[in-house]
């Protein structure tokens, strides 16, 4: 479905072919993962984010190294949009060695520091106190950098998003928070859970800039996150409302029964990545080039899947490392309390 039926002046083709091949890594990793999962491969929960791939594009892709980044359950696009290595995110879901975190937080844990990436989390909501204390060790540091924090809507009926973001305006941090509204929250529509006129109005309350978006639209996602980033750097606390759908399930076992075939077949209309197809196939960009493209992104998450199907497991004694002991108190096998 074509949104675009001419480009924009000065359009750039290959920011946005780097956009498009972003998401199609992110949609060909997921596809990927859920065949490991099918396979019973995957140690825990999977949530995709199929449909919801611009806004992890659009929103990291403009992010420097050093700006750091905040991740949800759903969070394996923000990660690989972030620049962290999709063979090691396929043997993190798999609880095998190599993976990001050797094996022990799963695809609702991953962290990669090394990229800015300073974790997904299972709790919902929990990302954004933790955004809010980042962002704000680099504002007392004097440093110029953002912390981007990606969540759901779901996450706005909850403490933290009060706490976080009152924290934010209140101090002035480099914090941008980016609410990915795919309409459910779970298995359950978020307009039957939130009062009032909803989240972009309630960031407003508390005096922070806010703005929402089309979040299948990957041009103007690009626009507003790039236009917004250097005032974020500058201690500028922002909310982007970036409204999408999720095309599957809640979880790869979720067959999403609760709404109803009509709106997901019309909603596949409007995936973000048949939408930037559009945008470059009107910009003069051949399709071979864009098929070409899809095929390397589904051979490189392939390999990965193959890849982390026959690492092997971690070592036995990686259980007892990575545990934080400090301040233990040793006991006895009776349980008493060792003098």
């Given amino acids: 479905m074509s949104q ?3 480009p924009p002046p000065n359009f750039d083709i290959e920011r946005f072919f780097t956009h498009y091949r972003t998401m199609s890594r992110i949609r060909a990793f997921e596809e990927a993962a859920l065949r490991g999962a099918r396979e019973g491969l995957v140690k825990g929960a999977i949530h995709p984010s199929i449909g919801q791939e611009a806004i992890a594009s659009g929103v990291c892709g403009n992010l420097l190294a050093s700006d750091a980044m905040l991740s949800t359950h759903r969070g394996h696009g923000h990660t690989l949009a972030k620049g962290a290595d999709p063979r090691a995110m396929m ?95 779970a298995t359950t529509r978020t ?13 407003q309350s508390l005096g922070m800039e806010a703005a929402s978006v089309d979040g299948n639209d990957i041009l103007a996602l690009d626009e507003i996150v790039r236009e917004w980033l250097p005032a974020v750097r500058e201690r500028g606390a922002r909310f982007l409302l970036a409204n999408t759908y999720r ?32 945008l470059l196939e009107a910009a003069g960009v051949p399709p071979a080039r864009l098929e070409a493209l899809r095929n390397a992104a589904d051979e490189e998450m392939a390999a990965a899947l193959a890849e982390a199907r026959e690492a092997p497991w971690p070592p036995v004694e990686d259980a007892f490392r990575d545990v934080q002991d400090a301040g233990a108190v040793p006991f006895r096998t009776t349980g008493e309390v060792q003098p």
Avoid at 260 to 269: A, F, G, I, N, T
């Fill in 191 to 203: 307009d039957a859970l939130t009062a009032g006129p909803g989240p972009l109005q309630r960031a």
């Fill in 247 to 278: 095309l599957t399930g809640h979880t790869a076992a979720d067959p999403a029964a609760y709404r109803p075939e009509s709106e997901v077949k019309e909603r596949w209309r409007n995936d973000p990545i048949g939408r930037c197809a559009a």
């Fill in 91 to 185: 043997r993190e879901l798999f609880g095998k060695a190599g993976g990001n975190c050797g094996g022990k937080g799963g695809s609702m844990h991953i962290a990669d520091f090394s990229v800015g990436m300073l974790g997904a989390n299972g709790v919902v909501g929990a990302n954004i106190l933790i955004a809010a204390g980042a962002a704000h060790a680099i504002a007392l540091r004097g440093e110029r950098r953002a912390v981007v924090c990606l969540f759901g809507d779901g996450a706005v009926n909850r403490g933290p998003f009060l706490e976080g973001l009152n924290w934010a305006s209140t101090f002035g941090l480099p914090v941008l928070y980016v609410c990915e509204s795919n309409g459910f929250a």
């Fill in 4 to 6: 675009y039926p001419a």
